[in-house]
T-cell receptor, first 113, second 112 residues
Framework: AQTVTQSQPEMSVQEAETVTLSCTYDTSESDYYLFWYKQPPSRQMILVIRQEAYKQQNATENRFSVNFQKAAKSFSLKISDSQLGDAAMYFCAYRPRDDKIIFGKGTRLHILP | DAGITQSPRHKVTETGTPVTLRCHQTENHRYMYWYRQDPGHGLRLIHYSYGVKDTDKGEVSDGYSVSRSKTEDFLLTLESATSSQTSVYFC???????????FGSGTRLTVV
């Protein structure tokens, strides 16, 4: 079965520091997408970053970047220069090209002022 | 972003009563999904639709039914609500260009 594992239920980081959230997934597919979603206290699910498996280059969106290791089936999210507004639940997600998204259980990120 | 709205935003209902949650989208997306979110479980798929009158079950479909009579509306029904169905429910549509999903703002359902 395809699974997504986030091994860190909670993390804390000092404001302006860098933090990395871990994610591993299990699949036998070769063509798929990976995502990180952010859920702030407002409850809205916000797409932070996406990665297509066939692309070797790691995706970057401003202060957010990923470390995609396809062979290791690892997809970590790095947040640089952490800000108070980054405090949220973060979900790692996996989607085979022609199938449905599977979510991890989430990592709650606290930002310490 | 695609327009996607869920209603109601909050609902409290009694055990044994039927409940229908509505998801409405404005951009003709083919694929629509219902998830529930519970602490420690992340988001789990209840049902999904790949077109009008075409629906299928997800991993936690027991106690739920869905209908899609129009492209823009996807309804989730709890035929007889139970306390275990207290949750936050999200509707989502699939972005055909980006591959990810766009979510509605969620419905917090409490069954007492």
């Amino acid at each position: 079965a395809q699974t997504v594992t986030q091994s860190q239920p909670e993390m804390s980081v000092q404001e302006a520091e860098t933090v990395t959230l871990s994610c591993t997934y299990d699949t036998s597919e070769s063509d798929y997408y990976l995502f990180w979603y952010k859920q702030p206290p407002s409850r809205q699910m916000i797409l932070v970053i996406r990665q297509e498996a066939y692309k070797q280059q790691n995706a970057t969106e401003n202060r957010f970047s990923v470390n995609f290791q396809k062979a290791a089936k690892s997809f970590s999210l790095k947040i640089s220069d952490s800000q108070l507004g980054d405090a949220a639940m973060y979900f790692c997600a996996y989607r085979p090209r022609d199938d449905k998204i599977i979510f991890g259980k989430g990592t709650r990120l606290h930002i310490l002022p | 972003d695609a327009g996607i709205t869920q209603s109601p935003r909050h609902k409290v209902t009694e055990t044994g009563t039927p409940v229908t949650l509505r998801c409405h989208q404005t951009e003709n997306h083919r694929y629509m999904y219902w998830y529930r979110q519970d602490p420690g479980h992340g988001l789990r798929l209840i049902h999904y639709s790949y077109g009008v009158k075409d629906t299928d079950k997800g991993e936690v479909s027991d106690g739920y039914s869905v209908s899609r009579s129009k492209t823009e509306d996807f309804l989730l029904t709890l035929e007889s609500a139970t306390s275990s169905q207290t949750s936050v429910y999200f509707c989502a549509i699939r972005d055909s260009l980006q591959g990810g999903y766009t979510f509605g703002s969620g419905t917090r359902l409490t069954v007492v």
